[in-house]
């Protein structure tokens, strides 16, 4: 990927319909080289529509879809990672009984010997992903132990370099911090800092706006398949973030539509016992 343009990926007023169910309506967002785009938004506003549509698993219905300020469309998750654009999904498609280093180069493993004699080349598996995950920051006690025994922060570690050592320059990260802890969530949070800081365009897919403003350059807030636009931290505070993202005004109107319930149920309450007084107070004149 010629990496001159300092726009890595844009998408310019793309649609995405399933039929007569439109999934995404006129969204436009883009990421440099060397910057953390955050795409907020909570569940159900269109983030898995998106980022599926930029990794080449769905094509817009609308719209231009640009790599380095050139239009392309892509066929199958195959086109993406060909122009250097790797999706790291949640479930971070990891073997957890296989090794590290065989999690690391799955799919496309160095072999030693030739014909029958062909294997996989444990050393130079051990070693590479030793070396390629030091130059990230990361630190892996043994290659060989079993993946399924790193914590969920180191699991997300592994597959972040893993995506960058097989040319990614452009890191879609699915909600990599969603069902991990603070401390393990700060580790996934410095080694997208780590991808930023080797240039790479991070778009960093996520419905906690705390994490994405501890790390995020740029943020799309994304609600019911729009766009509510681009801001960057100047333009928008963490608590209007908050606001934009969780849709508080309608929370706001829900809350005074149910204080008003409140109110006639409290009114009804009181007028049904001052009606009980009433019959109370006729009875003893009666006697």
């Known amino acids: 990927m010629n990496t001159k343009s300092t726009t890595a990926l844009e998408v310019r007023n793309i649609s995405k319909y399933f039929g007569s169910v439109i999934a995404l309506s006129d969204v436009s967002m883009s990421v440099h080289y060397g910057e953390v785009m955050c795409l907020l938004g909570d569940n159900g506003a269109g983030k898995s529509t998106l980022i599926k549509t930029l990794a080449g698993v769905h094509q817009q219905s609308e719209g231009q879809y640009l790599v380095e300020d050139k239009e392309v469309r892509f066929n199958s998750p195959r086109d993406a990672l060909n122009h250097g654009i790797a999706t790291v999904y949640q479930d971070l498609a990891m073997i957890p009984l296989m090794s590290i280093s065989r999690n690391f180069f799955l799919g496309s493993e160095p072999t030693k010997g030739r014909g029958l004699f062909k294997s996989f080349d444990v050393g130079l598996a051990n070693r590479r992903s ?158």
């Open 130 to 287: 030793r070396e390629e995950m030091a130059k990230m920051g990361i630190d892996i006690r043994d290659p060989s132990q079993p993946v399924g025994t790193l914590s969920g922060g180191e699991r997300q570690s592994v597959a972040i370099a893993r995506a960058v050592y097989f040319g990614a320059k452009v890191l879609i990260l699915d909600e990599p911090t969603a069902a991990l802890g603070v401390k393990q969530a700060g580790t996934v949070l410095r080694y997208i800092a780590q991808a930023r800081a080797k240039n790479l365009g991070v778009i960093f897919i996520t419905h906690n706006p705390h994490h994405a403003y501890a790390v995020g350059d740029r943020f799309t807030i994304l609600k019911r398949g729009r766009t509510f636009g681009t801001f960057t931290k100047e333009e928008l505070g963490r608590e209007e973030m908050v606001r934009m993202m969780s849709g508080a005004d309608e929370l706001d109107a829900l809350t005074h539509e149910l204080q008003e319930f409140e109110h006639t149920d409290q009114l009804k309450a009181s007028g049904k016992a001052a009606e009980v007084d009433q019959q109370l107070a006729d009875n003893l004149g009666k006697r």
